[in-house]
């Protein structure tokens, strides 16, 4: 189960811009890539220590630098003070507990926000903070080093060179970048919609109080997907809107393209979390339901049994002067007596529609 | 069951623009035909390649162009290239996952939203995805290719001529386009209505659990309906606003009360979804009341014989010296007994109302 | 019980401005008023066709013509040819599923809103569609032709000449109508207000499944009552703003009122709407409380019973070596130990306060 | 129990401005006091006939009338007509059911609003409606004439001349009048929180369906106080706002404090009703947790007695041939038997956490 | 248990910038130090009377006055009279029942906020009002005086002239403040996230009326948490839009950093809210599955034992013409009988997995 909160108060009381992390170390090892291109160029490195990539800064070529792993403070204050980003920026990539934000620092603007994974084996969501800076000719990238890098197919886009993306600025890398994520919204959708649909069809044959916990699951999925997607929203349109010289026109229509994709997200969201309460409400009243089924059959055996065996219990009460004992049709008698009153009942259950 | 969301997922990580049909294929061939018209002319023709229609393109008159059918990726660029069609739209288009929208690219303005079939046979709610497009002098419009046209009666009134339709631009001809699906959304809501009602009158007489389940499938599509909807409102009163120069001024009073039929829509949807809340409260405080008649049943029951069962018990005791049982009216006696108690506490019951 | 939804869908599909009558013909002849006065002079008149009013058109005085029933269609052709009124505009009246709304036309305001009566006989409310026409000099109203003028007074206090309103112009007019109407929903609140009252005294001393019906019942009026009441605010709002050269200034300080009414009549709703839901969680627990008592009374018997019933079941066993039975004092004996076991019990309930 | 709607139907269809006094009369006399000041003049008199206030208007100090009861049309007329009050403004200080409102007329601003009173005797809230109404140099204000009257307070501060209120003008006394109504609120508000106290500690030790009772009237209170203090929020910040030129900057900063307390008050009704509901929900689980305990009682007693009274009865059988009756040690045997059946159900509830 | 309101009715009817303390006395002796520093120079000082610090105000250097302890009016006033303070801020400091807000009164602006404390013995939230002035070259703060000052962080950071707080002015040091205070709430939050989770997990395993006890105390303190932070967003958006010229441009970014903490804290209540209205519903349908399966047990029992019973009762007759009991085989038969009735019911369960 994902923490609810991470252990950001260790940082209460400190002064601002110091830089701690905050979170689990996801890989031990902080891999570094840098990529160089433009229309006709392109070079791409692994890079043993951050220095390497501080002659990119000031080429004309579009600089791109991913960090996978934020726990090594150093590193991050190098490249800090290499592109000149203020120390509430470090702070907040360190701490991997940001609600998903943008800030525009003027020279640069700085997005933080939650890239989702579906682990199949453990059916959990698990969250990675990636932290995004937009510069004038160079983008940053953070991730907090989970395996499988879903930046892979940006890279190899750009280095096949197809596309628009070698022929435009660091804001279509960025916009690209987000593209990717929200389209990876859409899977982890895909495969909750998958459950809730599943679990839609068992509701109705087999209501079982695992029912109910799964239920109550996806809620709090749908919880914490929506803390995280919502903000996206926001900071968007923010980017859309233009107001920043760093995001020049022609990217604003693609920016509204994966406006128009966050809005679908948080969409899909809302009618998931209605579908749930209505399934809560049907699994409440499927309770109530076997409730009443199981106490029509205790009322129907106790209707019919008790008066019998109150018949059968006068007929042993050992009083000395009893006719009924000595008549000779006496037993077959109280015996047709007590099966007529039961199959009487029985009529009476049926038209009642107990049976 | 409508899915839930269509599998979208396979467009992760693929460049914008990419053309990808998504969706259920509905229709093996797509057919396209072609409306040319002003005051005075009319043509109109089924085309077999997509390429005939390129003629019209820069004819004065109007021309609607009507693809039904949009899994043929091929046809679909070659027509973006003729109308200068950006890329994101025809990967809308041809995304039939598509949110309610409006988007306006200067030269057109790209509209998509869903019309609602109500299918009898199977009692379920069709969606199908619909894509116009807005020029200077033509109309493009993109169906999934669903049985049945409902455009049929718009071709119709351009054919006779009647009515201001022939007299107006295109704007007017998108606006005739929309008001014709808007109009069946009343279809739809009165079809609701009416199974509404009648649940209502069940709810009273003889409500069962599949009730609640028509209930709960009823607020399911009420949920998709209102997600449909809801954004049209946001569509039509962008066209309004009369920003852009294809809507023409005089169109404008007719787009109002197009608006104001998407907000009686979504007021009336809005009623449905509160009248469905009341009747799941009415359900369940039923169930209750179900499950207090059974109870009470039971309590008059076993309150009635197991006092009696015991009295008889004691007089089947076999204790030498129980004097009672030597009586020669101790029989009678106990009877009339067992029998008084028996009525007292039926008067008992009848007064606490439970009888 | 009012339908949820007229019979709209069978417009869909027709050209706009199509002029259908739409929902139930509520009385067979129409009935056409006309009223001409300013401050000197009053002229009243019963009219058999529709051209005896076009003479007052031209004339400096205020004209208001009632149309009583809507669905003579040729009526309304000519009255609308005369005054000038878009085909939209007589296809809104016509329709008596409409919204409430107003909408300018710049040489006249259109304003469409529901009459609510109390239909005492059936307890329940009769809906009846207003739409009022505000020119430079004229008023144009339409009812639907249920039974009972609510605009008597208004005639009455034109023929009279008292108060303001034979000195004021034709927006006066529409302000007296509207007033009248919103001053007619104080009266539908009343009576709702009423039940609502005796609704809780009945549920604190005697709740049944009628209680909740009538509960049901009364929320689904609050529901349509404030989908009709809630655009009002907006109608208003818009014509007290004074945008148009047709409402002047010395009416804006009484629409403020008019206005103001309006919000205490939304409110009224919105506290009756909460005070139900209220009373539906007291109707349940008390539905639940029931359920506890009735348990209780079959806990109290079967928890006596049962154990006595045992004793007596043993003493009646036929072992041949039971010295119990021989005693003399075997049968009193039990008996006092089985009555010491009921106490005990009773006892028990009592502290317990289950009795 | 306060009524949900006033008599306010009665005035339906009657001319706007029409004097109707509408509510209780709760005096039989109405009381007028003036009270005539500025920072160096003190003057107070108690009137008998309305005519003797009129010398005080044209007065430079600022002159205060207080109507003690508001059932007298003649008195509010002539008052009316020497102060210039619009009809509608009448017409609103006689109606008593009006909504908390401000409206300016530019010559004098006029406020009506809620005084609440706790009654302790009934524990039950009694509202007084209070109009204000602010001119140049004079203020009018307006009661329905409860006993006990709170603007004591307020007199004895202009008698005794201290602190600010000499000093400055009548926007002043007007926001000294409201501060002291919005200071009673709290008095109410803390007399509900100690009720909601208490009942919290009760659902705990003992939720009794009285307890059921208290929190729904509390509810109903609290919908009835939101209504009353929400639109002050509006009233005050009008105020504040500072557009008339009767309301003078420097007592905008003691607006601001009022509104300050109004949104305080807010917050407070706002959070004693999340409390309600949690409250609601903590009882409907504990009346289901009650009906599960008693559920156990009966279920260990059945359980334990329903095998042993059989076994019991299986011994009363008459067969002939039953070997185990004859045996010497039948009866201890059987005895010991069904007390260990006894004991192991005994473990197994244990065992199970029922007992 | 915190109070829900606190004696602020004791100040009904008093005249504005009365001061009276409101609240409970926190400590004894107020404590009162003053820090004086700018880039080179540091004094810090405890004061014994308030007289002490005035010979600050007018040095260039910045001071910060701390007092702890708001129930001693004297000192309150006469620092107000040296800083020039207005009596309603004053008055505002005594009452410690203040809503969080920011006021601008042009020389300073005064911030009112709640520090929360988790008493971890009882487990409970403290709260205790912060009251801060910014002036020009002056910052007052004022507590209520519970142990231990969370304020001697930021002292410490002062005194060591580390980091950006001793170049900076006035207002830096506020934020500074305000920073450390919620920063403290996400240690707060913590807390109640681990409460939560760990509730989360007995919910699954062991669900008691403890539980729901603790659920219901959560969420009463959550409404507490938002009511204290809601209004914080605002307060620091005020101060951050930098309208008055007390705060630089340069704090304006760290302002934008503590906004969007306090944005995240407002988010984690709002998760933390809606997870535990999602733990109640769980809470009561483990309830009603609970009752489910002790019904099961009861009606197990009795559907067996009652035919039984019957059974034997039948053969405990005493009729003389039995056949049955006097056939050699009629015990074992019947007792054959009887355990076939018995295993073929508990057969039936199983089938309908009732065991």
């Known amino acids: 189960m994902q923490r609810l909160i991470k252990k950001r108060a260790k940082k209460a009381g400190l002064p601002p811009g110091t830089l701690i992390h905050i979170g689990e170390k996801k890989t031990d090892e902080i891999k570094i890539t840098a990529v160089d291109y433009d229309e006709t160029l392109f070079q791409e490195k692994e890079l043993k220590t951050i220095v390497e990539c501080f002659p990119y800064k000031d080429k004309p070529a579009i600089t791109w630098i991913n960090v996978d792993g934020v726990h090594q403070i150093e590193t991050l204050e190098k490249l800090g003070d290499c592109f000149g980003l203020h120390p509430l920026v470090l702070e907040d990539i360190l701490n991997t507990d940001q609600r998903t934000k943008i800030e525009d620092y003027g020279d640069y603007i700085y997005i933080v926000l939650k890239m989702l994974y579906y682990n199949n084996s453990s059916t959990e969501m698990v969250t990675e903070q990636i932290s995004l800076i937009l510069g004038q000719n160079f983008v940053l990238s953070f991730q907090e080093g989970i395996k499988g890098d879903i930046f892979n197919q940006v890279r190899e886009r750009i280095r096949n060179g197809k596309g628009r993306i070698r022929k435009m600025g660091a804001d279509y890398l960025v916009y690209t970048l987000l593209d990717t994520i929200i389209d990876n919204y859409f899977i982890i959708l895909e495969k909750l919609g998958e459950k809730i649909e599943f679990l839609e069809d068992e509701l109705v044959t087999n209501p079982t109080p695992a029912t109910l916990q799964i239920i109550h699951n996806l809620k709090r999925d749908m919880i914490f997907l929506r803390k995280s997607v919502w903000p996206l929203r926001e900071v968007i349109s923010v980017m859309e809107r233009g107001e920043s010289p760093l995001v ?4 604003g229509i693609f920016l509204r393209d994966v406006y128009d994709h966050t809005i679908h997200v948080i969409d899909t969201i809302e009618t998931f979390r209605e ?54 049709w006496g037993y077959p008698i109280v015996l047709l007596f007590m099966f007529s009153i039961g199959i009487s009942m029985l009529i009476y259950f049926k038209k009642k529609k107990w049976m």
């Open 275 to 328: 579908m749930l309460s209505g399934m809560l409400d049907v699994y409440l009243s499927s309770i109530s339901n076997k409730l009443n089924s199981i106490m029509k059959v205790l009322t129907i055996i106790a209707t019919i049994f008790m008066p019998l065996t109150f018949f059968a219990g006068v007929y042993g009460m050992n009083f000395k002067y009893m006719p009924e004992l000595e008549w000779h």
């Open 248 to 251: 020049q026109e022609t990217t």
